[in-house]
């Protein structure tokens, strides 16, 4: 069960009976209609939730640094029914796990926005739809043949008629009105005043309590690549949006879901805003993104489902499982996915080239193949990691070594499954030394100049190079 018992938590909201057995500070490794399932009904206050939007795309995507390359589908077959279809069965467990005085917000763009506003009709009533937001921005290119779509819609509904809305939370500091009298009271209180033409009656607004934010919002913008908070997510979205959101519809002490965390910006916000949070996401890749940004503002995470067995990393897309060979034996991920020449990684310290294959019986075609990346590669040795490797793909090992001097070493998965956390299996313990935790996931660089890399031993003996720690020695 992913749910424990804590004892009682409490409620910010008393007409709703508390929820105490919800495990928080959670992110779920999986198809997030199977979590959804599984979590009891009426106990979240806010989800916010940003999935795949239809439009058709494969993002090939470089997360934090050039030489970690992530790829993450936005790929929809079938039309667009099937994709309406997909996405009600979720937004229907959305609705059953909301408090009655929940909220929740539907992230889109134009691919799809009036589709998923009927379906969303369907499932929370007409009457519960609160707000289509408009989110304008600058950034992306400019329209040629139509004018430029720089907006994205997020669409705001309530599981019912009581519901928390404070806009107080995010008011903006307000703009002198033109034809306005603006004056001091007496308690010296700045204010503008606006008297009706037809009644005559007289309008006051204080400075100090802000403008409040209409439906439609001018920035936040996209994030551009030199941002400090991107990630290298293609959808990632800023901050400040979450802000806005979040500190709007939810009080501190509540639970926020995101069930398309993705690079987690909404949990994290929820985590700075003081609000309990919960986080799904399908991809294991993004688990570790999400792990190492939360910890680095201070929040304990449990991440629940990564694969853990040869039957797990089988199901996994090929590029997760590329990702996670890579990570596990704390290497370098290829800075390019087309024209890699067959290397989808590099050794932790002396760089040498990993091809990775989810396959059995790999043959002696792979691998005479991987002798040639190896050599355009200017290196010595190299690793292939497989579920299983054939009879002749053994022998063409034997020969190339016998042959040319290369050293191509076959990596079976089943070794990497059964090597101690954070540790390197017994083939690779010359390349990949056991590493402690801050060590692991850390982005290195691709290899640039052989010759301007110092060797392994000029390291361990340079009195310039970094100190390790205790753990290492």
Known sequence: MRFLGEGPRGSSHPEVNPISYLKTSVIHCDDNKSVLAEIPADCIDLIYLDP????NKVYEVIWGDEAEVRSFEDRWSGGIQVYTDWMHERAVEMHRVLKPTGSIYLHCDWHASHYLKMMMDKIFEPKNFQNELVWCYEVGGRGKRRWARKHDTILFYSKGSKFHFDPTAVAERRKPGTHMKVGIDEDGREYQEKRDAKTGKVYRYYMDEGTIPQDWWVGPQQLNREDAE???????KPEALLEKIIAASSRKGDIVLDPFCGCGTAIAVAHKLDRAWLGIDISPTALGIMQRRLEKIGAEVDLEGLPVTEDDLRKQR??????WVIQRVNGTHSPRKSGDMGIDGFSFMELLPIQVKQSDGVGRKVVDEFETAIERNGSAKGYIVAFSFSKPAREEVARVKAKKGLEIELVEV???????????TP???DLFPALPKDFIGLPMPPPRSKRARPSLEELVRSDKAPRLPDAMD
């Open 414 to 424: 089943a070794t990497l499954v059964k090597a101690p956390p954070n540790k390197s």
């Open 230 to 236: 991107r990630l290298g997510y293609p959808t990632q």
């Open 52 to 55: 795949p939007f239809f439009s």
């Open 427 to 429: 083939e690779l313990s």
């Open 318 to 323: 090929p590029f997760e499982f590329q990702n």
